[in-house]
């Protein structure tokens, strides 16, 4: 694995929300839904660090990454061209872990924001699995889901929420979730979004013992596990220990993340 | 004649091979550029994007003699042009290094340097006397200086005495050449570098982090669970160019230069204040295979330069 210089091909905005999609064979044909990559924004001195994006989608050639204008370093990519190069290392980490016993099996993905980041990937993985897969994708307003209409037209099954009710069921997307739910009988349950939302759906979800996984989100260093930045509290043989998002994760399994 | 045209930069700058070796009395380097330890973690990391057999060697994450489980998260900020990190020194202890991964790193060439840490001075005279025992290990560089690990920033490396008795107390039983690693966070850094070398170190490395803080003015909280942490990266290297420039001046043993190194050109300046070889970290996160980089662009410029021997560099600042 080398890292490389990719080239941007096409660009979508709307509002603080951008994807990008990138030329890169390699990192496509290596990819695995869950994983993400470490990008450099700029050859400057600042900011420093690479920025890690999880992988929305390949098709092709090309990658797709998705994510929101909220920081220094998504501020600088945001204004990035088509035909920009980036400089990317990746793929990295673990991705969902998809077992056999799924197949043919209802299962249900839960993106909160730009959490729906990683889970578009993952939606288009399991059709083929096969998998039935039911997507909720909540958001502040309507504003904060961009992918609706791209989700609709791939003719996904889609719950939505906004807490502010401008669209879809109002108040938070676990509340939908745990409206929802039973009539679904999901066989597993895979999410990303922020700490609170996922919180509330592992708990949901190990209460009715329902698999879940959760994409962790984190501030990385390097994203190859050499600089122990990116912890989080990890149960492992019944004690538990800081483990590296990056490397043993992003995705955990709902039992063993500690919650903070 | 055509044909050796095409063979080479040697041929067309007209002069040889630029020789990149130095030597720091007791370790043989083939060239000048150590990767930092806690940015290159055990050695392994970093074989999908480098051979670390091109680099002039590796320090290996620190390690006390037990497993340490490290600070809370947020561990990690940025600030403009470094880093902030309160890692706290997380790591598997000398017992799982030497069972798991000293016998994947033995086969490396390159000089492999472990950072040996320790609560008390008898736990790192305990990880110096485990280690002892075991081949493949180049020289020690003793972790006096973390930032992270006491409260308040508190290490050894503040203070002359605390650093005589632990460079003394270690080298007694050390098989290996012993590297002090110093903090900036002092008065007077040339005081403790005489301190450590009074106490027999073989050779010093600086500077570690610079003991700092970073807030969030929004939600006024600390970035750092720790609130302080240690700062690198290209932000600290005008200081830690001035104190290697000192401490360099005023000891008769290698000095090891590092803090914020990014470039070829960063590794020469601490050359030239008189670094016999550096350490490169932050710069690992950045672009792994970093180290690697800045080996080629010190070489470019020894042949563009006409100088054939690094070495040669080593204190030549023009005053």
Known sequence: ????????????????????????????????????????????????????????????????????????????????????????????????????????????LIGGGRGIAPLFFLAQSLRTFPCGVKIFYGGKTHKDLPLKDRLEEKRFDLYCSTDDGSYGYKGYVSELFEATFPSLNPKAVFAC???????????????????????????????????????????????????KICEEGPVFRSEEIVWS | MKKDLCFGPKKLYGLKMADLSVDLGFLQLQNPVIAASGTFGYGLEFSPYLDP???????????????????????????????????????????????????????????????????????????????????GISAYELNISCPNVKKNGRCPALDPQDTFSIVRAVKKVSSLPLITKLSPNVTDIVEIALSAQQAGTDALSLVNTFLAMDVDPQTRKPTLANIYGGLSGPAIKPIALRMVHQVAQNVGIPVIGMGGIMSGEDALEYLIAGARAVEVGTANFVDPESTVKIINQMKKYCEQKGIPRIESVVGSLKI
């Open chain 2, 53 to 135: 057999n091109n680099l002039g060697g590796f320090v290996v994450k620190g390690l006390y003699f037990y497993p340490r489980e490290g600070n809370p998260p947020p561990r990690l900020g940025e600030t403009p042009c470094g880093i902030l990190n309160s890692i706290g020194l997380q790591g598997i202890g000398v017992k799982k290094f030497v069972r798991e991964i000293l016998p994947q790193i033995r086969k490396y060439q390159t000089p492999i340097i472990i950072n040996v840490c320790g609560e008390e001075d008898q736990e790192y005279v305990s990880v110096v006397e485990f280690l002892n025992q075991h081949p």
């Open chain 1, 193 to 243: 979004g922020p700490e609170e939302m996922m919180k509330k759906i592992s708990h949901l979800t190990q209460q009715q013992k329902i698999p879940a996984q959760f994409s962790l989100e984190s501030m990385m260093g390097c994203g190859i596990g050499a600089c122990w930045g990116c912890v989080k509290r990890i149960k492992k043989k019944g004690s538990e220990e800081w483990i």
């Open chain 1, 1 to 108: 694995m080398k890292d490389s210089q990719a080239e941007i091909i096409h660009k979508q905005t709307w509002n603080e929300y951008i994807l990008l999609e990138i030329y890169s064979p390699r990192i496509s044909s290596q990819s695995q839904p869950g994983q993400f990559l470490m990008i450099r924004i700029n050859p400057q001195l600042h900011p420093l660090l690479r920025r890690p994006f999880s992988i929305h989608s390949t098709k092709g050639s090309r990658i797709e990454i998705f994510f929101q204008n909220s920081g220094l370093g998504t501020s600088l990519l945001s204004r990035k061209k088509i035909h920009d190069q980036l400089d990317i290392i990746g793929p990295l980490g673990k991705g969902f872990f998809l077992d056999n016993s799924l197949r043919e099996k209802e299962v249900v």
